[in-house]
C-alpha cells in the first residue's frame, strides 16, 4: 500500500493562528488552533514554536503518513529576508520529521491564494494594519502598502485609531465637538487631557483599540467620526488604484479581508470608496478563507 502524504497549511495572524492538515485528496482536512504568531510583535523565536507546536499536533493525528508540504502565512513576514529567516528556525525544530518541503510567506499571499483560488485579482486585507496583494493574468504578484503604523497602514484598525484620538485632542483644544470624547472616556476611563496623554505615552495604550470607537461614532452619525472613515478608505482605494496601474493586466475583481471589514459601516464605506476608484471592477467575497489558500500552496509547491 502506498504512503500516504500529508500536507500542512497555517494561518499565522494577529490574534490566532489556524492549521488545516489533509493526508488523502478526498479526505476531510484537520482543523486546528493556536496562539497569536506576528513575526514582528511576537519575534521569530515565538512565533517558530507556535508553528512547530501546531504541525506536530497535525502530525501526531497521522501516525500514518509522512510530511511531505508545509507552507506558513505568516503575519509579519512580508520580505524574503525574514521569511527565509523564520523557515530555516521552523526546519531546525522540525529536524527529526526531515525531508520535507517547507514555504514561509506573507499571510496576504495566502489570503490572495484563497480568495480567488489561484486566479487573478486584488485582495485588500484591512485589520490592525493594512496591505493589498494582487495576482495578474499571467500568474506574477504584486503588493502594496504593509509598510506598517508609521509609514502607512491607511485604511487600518491603527489608522482609524490614531485620527480618532487626534480628533479627541482637537475637540478638547476647542476644535469641532466629537462623539468620539465621551465614547473613550465611557470605555476607557480616559477622560481629561492628562488622563489620555499618560495612557498612549506612558502606558503603551494600544491605539487601534480606538477603531470601534471611531465606527461606532460614524455609525451614530458623529460628523468627524464618518469624516475619518472616509478619509481613510478613501486612501486604501487609492493604493488599489496605484496597485492596478503599475501591474501587468489583472481581473477586475477585489476581495476585502481583515478585521475592520466585519463592521457594516467600514465594509461599505470601504466598497463605496472602491467603486468609485476603480468603476467597472467588482467586489466578491473570498472564495475561502486564508488557511484553506495556505494549504493549495504546500500542495502545489511538492506536485509541481
Not at 502607512?152 to 478638547?172: C, M, N
Not at 477585489?254 to 464605506?269: E, H, N
Request: proline share 5%; hydrophobic share 45%.
Amino acid at each position: 500500500m502506498p504512503q500516504r502524504h500529508l500536507y500542512i497549511g497555517l494561518d499565522a495572524g494577529g490574534t490566532k493562528t489556524a492549521l488545516l492538515a489533509r493526508a488523502g485528496r478526498h479526505e476531510t482536512p484537520v482543523s486546528l488552533k493556536g496562539p497569536a504568531a506576528n513575526l514582528q510583535r511576537q519575534g521569530e523565536d515565538t512565533t517558530a514554536q507556535v508553528l512547530v507546536a501546531l504541525v506536530r499536533q497535525a502530525v501526531d493525528r497521522y501516525p500514518d503518513a509522512v510530511l511531505a508540504g508545509v507552507c506558513a502565512g505568516v503575519a509579519g513576514a512580508g520580505y524574503p529576508v525574514d521569511q527565509q529567516s523564520l523557515a530555516a528556525r521552523v526546519r531546525g525544530l522540525l529536524h527529526d520529521l526531515e525531508p520535507f518541503h517547507l514555504a514561509v510567506t506573507h499571510d496576504g499571499a495566502i489570503a490572495l491564494e484563497a480568495a480567488f483560488e489561484g486566479g487573478s485579482g486584488v485582495m485588500i486585507i484591512a485589520g490592525t494594519g493594512s496591505i493589498l496583494f494582487a495576482r495578474t493574468r499571467t500568474g506574477d504578484t504584486a503588493r502594496a502598502g504593509g509598510w506598517g503604523y508609521l509609514l502607512g497602514d491607511e485604511g487600518s484598525g491603527h489608522a482609524l485609531g490614531i485620527h480618532g484620538l487626534r480628533a479627541v485632542a482637537h475637540a478638547y483644544d476647542g476644535g469641532p465637538p466629537t462623539r468620539l470624547q465621551a465614547l473613550l472616556a465611557d470605555r476607557h476611563g480616559l477622560d481629561t487631557p492628562g488622563a489620555t496623554i499618560h495612557s498612549v505615552y506612558r502606558e503603551g495604550w494600544p491605539v487601534h483599540q480606538m477603531a470601534p470607537l471611531v465606527l461606532e461614532a460614524a455609525e451614530e452619525g458623529d460628523a468627524v467620526a464618518r469624516r475619518i472613515v472616509a478619509d481613510q478608505t478613501q486612501a486604501l482605494a487609492r493604493q488599489a488604484v496605484w496597485l492596478a496601474g503599475r501591474s501587468d493586466p489583472i481581473e477586475t475583481r477585489l476581495a476585502l479581508l481583515g478585521g475592520l471589514t466585519r463592521s457594516a459601516y467600514y465594509k461599505k464605506a470601504l466598497s463605496d470608496a472602491l467603486t468609485a476608484a476603480l468603476p467597472g471592477w467588482r467586489i466578491q467575497e473570498p472564495l475561502h478563507p486564508p488557511v484553506v489558500g495556505a494549504l493549495r500552496l504546500a500542495v502545489a509547491a511538492t506536485s509541481s
